[in-house]
Every structure is written in C-alpha cells, then in structure tokens.
C-alpha cells in the first residue's frame, strides 16, 4: 500500500475503535443511572401487565426507593385508600432519572387514581404505577397499557408515538 493511503487507513482504524470505545462508555453512564429498572430487568419483570388493576387513594407522602439492592433510586408515593386506614401503601412509579419527586407534578393531599398491578418484593405488597390521574386534566404515564413496557427506557420518539396509549 502506498504510505498515504495506510495513514488514512490508519487513521480510519482508530477513529472507529474512539468511537466505539466513547459511545460504550456513554451506554454504560446511561445504563448506571438506570441501575436496574431497565426494560427487561429483574424489577421490570415484577410487572405483571395481565395483572392491571386501579384504585383511588390520597397521596400521603412522595419519597425515594431502593426497589432491590445495587438498583438506582426511584420515585415512590405512600398513599391511603380512605381516611380511616392506618396503613400506607406503597406505589413505585419511575427511576429518579427519568423523573424526580419534584417533577412528577404529584404531591401530598392529591386525590389520585392510580392503575398499574400489584407484586411483591422482599416480602413487602408493591404497587407498580403505570398510569396515575388527578381530577380531569392531570395525568402521569409511565408504563404502556397494552405490554407494560416503561416509558423510561423508550426514545422520546416512541414515547411521544405512545402517549395516548
């Protein structure tokens, strides 16, 4: 080969191998602040999607969990059915880097209609949120209907297709 050609050639090489090496190490940053709520992950397959169910509650409290050792830390409200419970249930809604507690627009007080299914997880009753509404005109979703799948490991593209779901 004549030397031009193998120093382009060369060249070539190693720009491929630095952009391999920089979009896995921006892959593993990605897959680091998801830790575990991935689609297909051990927590995901708690969801049940044959398993849909709603109720309406009253948000007691908004705080972050730890749904399994090593994942990220999510979004979880406590909340009550009536009044007159004395127990809180606990409904998980999404990674904290998808959405924060102060970004979920949700906070305690609020009358809530909340579907999604219900599973256990270290011996404790979870619920599993997939959509959550307030009144008439507010309204979280963070799982698709028809499969469950999570809004947080979609493209904005697809949730954008996938919002009326």
């Known amino acids: 080969m004549h030397r031009s050609v193998q120093s382009i050639w060369m060249f070539a090489v190693v720009a491929v191998v630095g952009l391999t090496m920089t979009h896995l190490a921006m892959a593993d940053k990605l897959a680091g602040k998801m830790g575990g709520w991935e689609k297909g992950s051990r927590y995901d397959r708690y969801y049940d999607n044959k398993e849909l169910e709603k109720f309406r509650a009253t948000v007691v409290g908004i705080k972050e969990v730890v749904p399994l050792d090593g994942m990220s830390p999510g979004v979880a409200l406590e909340v009550k ?8 249930l606990l409904v998980h809604i999404c990674p904290v880097s998808y959405m924060s507690a102060k970004d ?21 009753d979870i619920f599993m949120a997939s959509k959550i509404k307030r009144g008439d005109l507010f309204e979280l979703k ?5 499969d469950g799948s999570p809004f947080w490991s979609m ?4 949730r954008k297709k996938n919002s009326s779901d």
């Open 81 to 88: 059915e009536s009044e007159e419970d004395e127990e809180t």
């Open 155 to 158: 493209s904005e593209d697809e």
């Open 142 to 146: 963070v799982r698709l209907t028809k």
């Open 104 to 124: 979920i627009g949700i906070k305690p007080g609020d009358r809530l209609k909340i579907r999604g299914a219900w599973t256990e997880i270290n011996g404790q």
